[in-house]
């Protein structure tokens, strides 16, 4: 008998406001003390990109601009499991 295949069900977060990982990339820029002109230079991240998900209307920002921008400060963006 053959093998069927199944989809996992992940867990999903709801939130209301914003992505809680731009509150952990906020810590991040916040700690560095560096200004958002030098992240931009570090990351390659755009000013508003950045300005988006602190002041601005950016609920979801993709993972590979809050990875690129959490490195410039020094700090690694990793997800785990469980």
Same mark, same amino acid.
């Given at each position: 008998m053959a093998k069927r295949s199944v989809l996992k069900l992940y867990k999903s977060y709801m939130f209301r406001q914003?992505?809680?990982? %731009?509150?952990l990339v906020r810590t991040a820029v916040a700690d560095?003390?560096?200004s958002h002109t030098e %992240?931009?230079?570090k990351s390659g991240v755009s000013i508003?990109?950045?300005n988006g998900w602190f002041y601005g209307e950016t609920k979801r920002p993709q993972?590979?601009?809050l990875e690129a921008v959490a490195r410039a400060c020094g700090k690694?963006?990793?997800l785990q499991d469980k």
């Open positions: 914003k992505d809680p990982a %731009i509150d560095s003390e560096m %992240i931009h230079n508003g990109a950045i993972h590979c601009t690694k963006f990793v």
